[in-house]
T-cell receptor, first 115, second 112 residues
């Protein structure tokens, strides 16, 4: 079974530029999560999708961050414009809604550096 | 609200030493508890889980018991190996909704 795919793996941009990250979850997983992991901290949930609907985006800085999951499969996360404090690893995860344990499977992440 | 507190690192142990990484939680209702591991250069992987009080999760020689009376889920391993060097994250899933809450992570280095 293929895992969660993310691209790019690394991205370096200057502040005020825009950037987009892509995630392809495990086939059949209805729930998709985007996390921000700042160096030395645990992952922080940015947004959670159930199919193509948003379940929770309470911690998403909506003035600069946006995300979509068209057709309930792939998802993109965008930052526009980027700030220095956005430097972090952006993790995508997916899970089967029907799973009793609701295990999340994580992708390798995209490491963003904002200069 | 829901939150997870885990012991700060870094932790350095000699090979074959006993490992304990403390984790306590605050939650409403009956959360599920997880330990994730992040090896250098890789993504997070589920290490073990427990979904109700007194459950013991185990995998690869690691164990953790869901203690509701002490709101704890400490990770233990009797004899660590160099290959166990990684960052370990304690996490909980609330009893309502799917949101996960992660601790800040504990870095473990095992030296030969």
């Amino acid at each position: 079974e293929a895992g969660v795919a993310q691209s790019p793996r690394y991205k370096i941009i200057e502040k005020r530029q825009s950037v987009a990250f892509w995630c392809n979850p495990i086939s059949g997983h209805a729930t998709l999560y985007w996390y921000q992991q700042i160096l030395g901290q645990g992952p922080k949930l940015l947004i959670q999708f159930q199919n193509n609907g948003v379940v929770d985006d309470s911690q998403l800085p909506k003035d600069r961050f946006s995300a979509e999951r068209l057709k309930g499969v792939d998802s993109t996360l965008k930052i526009q414009p980027a700030k220095l404090e956005d430097s972090a690893v952006y993790l995508c995860a997916s899970s089967l809604v029907s799973s009793a344990y609701n295990e999340q499977f994580f992708g390798p992440g995209t490491r963003l550096t904002v200069l | 609200g829901n939150s997870v507190t885990q012991m700060e690192g870094p932790v350095t142990l000699s090979e074959e030493a006993f490992l304990t990484i403390n984790c306590t939680y605050t939650a409403t209702g009956y959360p599920s508890l997880f330990w994730y591991v992040q090896y250098p250069g890789e993504g997070l992987q589920l290490l073990l889980k427990a979904t109700k009080a007194d459950d013991k999760g185990s995998n690869k020689g690691f164990e953790a018991t869901y203690r509701k009376e002490t709101t704890s889920f400490h990770l233990e391993k009797g004899s660590v190996q160099v290959s166990d060097s990684a960052v370990y994250f304690c996490a909980l899933r609330g009893s309502t909704g799917n949101q996960f809450y992660f601790g800040t992570g504990t870095s473990l280095t095992v030296i030969p």
